[in-house]
């Protein structure tokens, strides 16, 4: 391959690798944009945790205003523990990517040769010719934060552009988790009791697994009906318990 043709291929690497993600043809769902782990976590959570708790307590005797506010209780304190769980966890993720998007600043400034090497033997191991790995590693390099960028990318799979937000994530959780929550607490405030509450958190369980299937590869009704098991059996286990407990503490 003459000069000129190595120039041209480079430079056809480069453009290609900086044409934005609409001019393909296939589009791909955003999946680091750090809202749906909280958001799912947080409504099945507080479905199933509340719901158990709910069972729990009406299975220890309890009347329905002691469900009721236990219930209320238990949406308030666990929409705001998910909240601070998801904020502190999401924000130490970003401060300790920022700590090693800076290290990787401090290389590039004190070692620039080296580092440059060092991506072009990333393009090596993928298969790239090595004389023209090292030209597109050179070319890439002339910009500090260009080359920044593809090393952090290449080195620490980082997008430095789409860290995830704390507050995104925390928000989420607290929303998502209150009305999971809410939904077995929603018969006693109508004044129904267990059974109802009951019936409707299974149905919830359900299609809250069906509409998570819609972002993944399972089907439906698998989706579905795992989460229907799943959250089924902590409400029985939770009703046997309360149950066991309030007839020995009766």
């Known amino acids: 391959m003459s000069g000129a043709q190595s120039e041209q291929v480079v430079q056809q690497v480069v453009v290609s690798s900086a044409q934005p993600m609409a001019e393909v043809d296939h589009h791909h769902r955003d999946v680091t944009g750090g809202w749906l782990r909280p958001a799912v976590f947080g ?14 307590v009406a299975g220890g005797s309890g009347g329905r205003h002691t469900v009721l506010v236990a219930g209320l209780a238990g949406l308030v304190a666990g929409a705001i523990s998910m909240a601070a769980g998801e904020y502190t966890s999401v924000a130490s993720q970003a401060e300790l990517a920022t700590a090693e998007i800076e290290a990787e600043r401090q290389e590039l400034l004190a070692h620039p040769g080296p580092e440059q090497e060092e991506l072009a033997r990333i393009y090596m191991a993928r298969g790239v010719d090595p004389d023209l790995a090292r030209q597109v590693a050179a070319q890439l390099s ?20 789409e860290l995830p937000s ?12 209150a ?16 059974l109802l509450s009951v019936l409707v958190t299974l149905l919830a369980l359900f299609l809250g697994g069906a509409v998570v299937s819609r972002v993944t590869a399972r089907p439906w009704w698998f989706s579905g009906g795992r989460q229907l098991v799943l959250g089924g059996l902590a409400l029985a286990v939770t009703w046997v318990v309360g149950n066991a407990v309030g007839g020995v503490a009766g």
């Open 43 to 56: 409504a099945m959570d507080g479905l199933v945790s509340n719901s158990a708790l709910v069972a729990g």
């Open 142 to 161: 002339r910009d500090p934060e260009s080359a920044l960028e593809v090393h952090v990318r290449e080195e620490l799979g980082i997008d430095p552009d």
């Open 179 to 194: 009305v999971g929550a809410a939904v077995p607490v929603l018969p006693y405030v109508l004044g129904a009791g267990l």
């Open 166 to 177: 704390p507050v995104v994530a925390a928000g989420s959780s607290f929303g998502f988790f």
